[in-house]
């Protein structure tokens, strides 16, 4: 991860300073997959996701100069596609996407091969219902946190709340998935 942490450091400074396309291309690769499925959570269509996907990054290039400036630069990219695809449900009239509809998968990161996963698919269908009947807030708070690693304090940021509610959020999702799933059992 801090290997990860300077390449990244590496290529927004490439991007600030020398105005590398090859850096924002790095940049693009290392963080669409997650940011395509986090703006998912508020645009519904593929091809509206990659519109604000592509705004993002847009938004990303126009202001290059100031990204030695950022600290934190998940919570600033996160930060940038949440405000995009807010502007966007704004510019098309579209109301929030009910995030019901969307398949979160818990284990997307996990690194097994078949023969190491002990969990069945009735168990891992078991839980993303579990996670899919938590209230909308506390299932972004959750995904963030559990899949794509973010700490609280920048989920705090990316979602504009304080890191109190990210804490609750978690509590209540941890909670409601543990009564949930020993209902199943």
């Known amino acids: 991860m801090e290997n990860n942490s300077k390449k990244i450091t590496q290529w927004l400074c490439e991007l600030a300073l020398a105005n590398s396309q090859a850096a924002l291309k790095s940049l693009y ?3 669409n997959q997650k940011l395509i499925r986090f703006i998912g959570l508020y645009v519904s269509s593929f091809v509206d996701i990659e519109e604000v996907l592509s705004d ?9 100069e100031s990204l030695l400036d950022v600290t934190n630069f998940n919570s600033y990219i ?4 949440r ?3 807010i502007s966007f449900c704004r510019k098309k009239q579209i109301e929030n996407v009910d995030v019901e509809d969307f398949f979160i998968d818990l284990f997307y990161h996990t690194e097994t091969t078949p023969e190491d996963n002990l969990i069945s698919k009735e168990e891992i269908a078991n839980i993303n219902a579990a996670i899919n009947a938590l209230p909308e807030k506390t299932k972004i708070t959750f ?3 559990r899949e794509d690693n973010l700490k609280y304090k920048e ?3 990316i979602l504009g ?8 959020h978690m509590a209540t999702a941890v909670r409601q998935l543990r009564e949930t799933l020993e209902k199943k059992t």
């Open 29 to 31: 690769v290392a963080y």
């Open 56 to 64: 993002t990054f847009l938004a990303l290039w126009n202001n290059r």
């Open 78 to 81: 996160y930060g940038i596609a």
């Open 83 to 85: 405000h995009k695809a």
């Open 143 to 145: 995904k963030l946190i």
């Open 155 to 157: 989920v705090a940021e």
């Open 161 to 168: 709340i304080s890191i109190k509610t990210v804490e609750a």
